[in-house]
């Protein structure tokens, strides 16, 4: 068993490393960068990812040939773990959720024309998009069987009616992927359809007010009240709306992993940065051993987190589905971002709960963690099924 990053790999994250110190903390650190929602401001962002393209770390999960570096999924943890060193540095590197997700299904499912119209796009930092699934009692959130939202016939294509809502980054998208009911059958149901903002036949009820940051383009409810799709901007078959839903959310469940490890490691870097230079009852705080046992755990469940996303990436890399890797890194890495910054405000005390550090900026963005891309509990459902399923082979080694 060899745990080295190849080198060209690991020149990479160093790279993405210093790039990450030397232009984007500096922006972080001047709240005169920030919008509105605590994201960094568009015109700042572009400035931020001209630099980043020139540098050659643009775009690390797209493939070359549609204008990415064409990472291995192992490049792509070892580079968003990086990149998220800063809070905006996802979005720097153009690797942010949902773009990236979305990015990836149309690599992987879209035919050459869709990739020339949907992807290029999208992969070149000129538009964003959006992923159009959840909806609100009674529809599908959790449960996709639960799909409410309607794909009728017509004769050149699909007509559409339904309400969605949690669509991050619907207000500032161009590519939309959105998934509807196009039969009842249980497995084949659902389609997946692109389309463009546009198009008349939609419209964004709301931007949500949430409890944290905001991605560009917020979380919004949206209403289908006609919108019309041709049959050539079908993604995948019909009927293979599940099997795109799949292909989606496994490495983009992944991919968030990646991002809150960055995260975490930011939270632990403020923290014994403080406890360095804080004294108090004539020690310093990073001498007590509550200090020292508050970060050593975390160091062990950041380091935890890192193998089993590690390992989940690789299992992708070898063609494997890594259902169960994905479910446990999920679970994982969505707990210890909240302990890193749980953590991280505790040592800091009162500075931690004030906005001099992004620790309340993390703690805040960090409860969507356990609720996104599956929740906690469903992903234990896949872990204890699988394990009903398989027994002792739960645990083999290897794909
Ligand atoms: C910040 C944010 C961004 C999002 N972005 C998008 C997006 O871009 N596109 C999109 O389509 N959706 C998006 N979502 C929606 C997200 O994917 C859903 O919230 C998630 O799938 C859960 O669905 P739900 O909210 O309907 O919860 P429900 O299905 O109503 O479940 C509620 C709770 O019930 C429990 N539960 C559910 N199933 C089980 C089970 N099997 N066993 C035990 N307990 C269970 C869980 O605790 C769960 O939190 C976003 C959500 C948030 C918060």
Not at 100 to 126: C, S
Not at 319 to 332: E, T
Request: proline share 4%; aromatic share 8%; glycine share 10%.
């Amino acid at each position: 068993m060899d745990f080295t990053l190849p080198p060209e790999l690991d020149a990479l994250r160093l790279k993405t490393r210093q790039f990450v110190q030397d232009h984007i903390l500096p922006i972080e650190h001047d709240r005169s960068n920030w919008d509105a929602h605590d994201n960094i401001r568009l015109d700042v962002l572009e400035t931020l990812r001209s630099k980043a393209k020139a540098a050659g770390l643009w775009a690390p999960q797209a493939p070359k040939e549609w204008g990415g570096m064409g990472l291995p999924m192992i490049g792509w943890a070892s580079l968003y773990e990086e990149a998220n060193a800063s809070i905006f540095g996802p979005c720097v590197f153009n690797c942010a959720a949902p773009d990236d997700g979305n990015m990836n299904v149309l690599a992987k499912r879209g035919t050459e024309e869709q990739k020339k119209r949907w992807l290029t796009p999208i992969v070149e930092g000129k538009v964003r998009s959006a992923f159009v699934m959840t909806e609100p009692h009674p529809g599908g959130g959790s449960d996709p069987g639960m799909i409410q939202t309607r794909a009728e016939k017509t004769s050149t294509g699909w007509r559409i009616h339904g309400h969605k809502w949690f669509i991050t980054g619907a207000e500032e998208a161009s590519h939309f992927i959105l998934m509807a009911r196009t039969s009842d059958d249980p497995r084949k149901g659902l389609t997946a359809f692109l389309y463009h903002k546009d198009q008349p036949g939609w419209s964004i009820e709301r931007r949500i007010d949430i409890m944290g940051p905001e991605e560009h383009g917020g979380h919004c409810e949206i209403r289908y009240d006609g919108l019309e799709v041709d049959d050539a901007n079908i993604l995948g078959e019909v009927g293979d709306g599940l099997k795109i839903t799949q292909v989606r959310l496994g490495p983009a469940r992944l991919t968030h992993c990646m991002r809150w490890l960055g995260l975490s490691k930011r939270c632990m870097e403020i923290a014994q940065d403080y406890a360095n230079q804080r004294t108090g009852f004539g020690i310093r705080l990073a001498d007590r051993e509550s200090t020292r046992m508050k970060l050593g755990s975390l160091a062990m469940d950041i380091e935890i987190g890192r193998l089993l996303v590690m390992r989940a990436a690789w299992l992708l890399d070898q063609g494997d589905f890594a259902r169960k890797a994905i479910s446990m890194a999920k679970v994982h890495v969505a707990d210890t971002l909240h302990k890193a910054a749980d953590i991280g405000i505790q040592i800091n005390g009162a500075r931690g709960y004030s906005r001099d550090t992004v620790l309340e900026w993390i703690y805040r963005y960090a409860r969507q963690a356990r609720l996104v891309d599956g929740a906690t509990e469903v992903h234990q459902m896949v872990l204890s099924d699988a394990y009903a399923r398989e027994g002792n082979e739960f645990w083999k080694w290897g794909v």
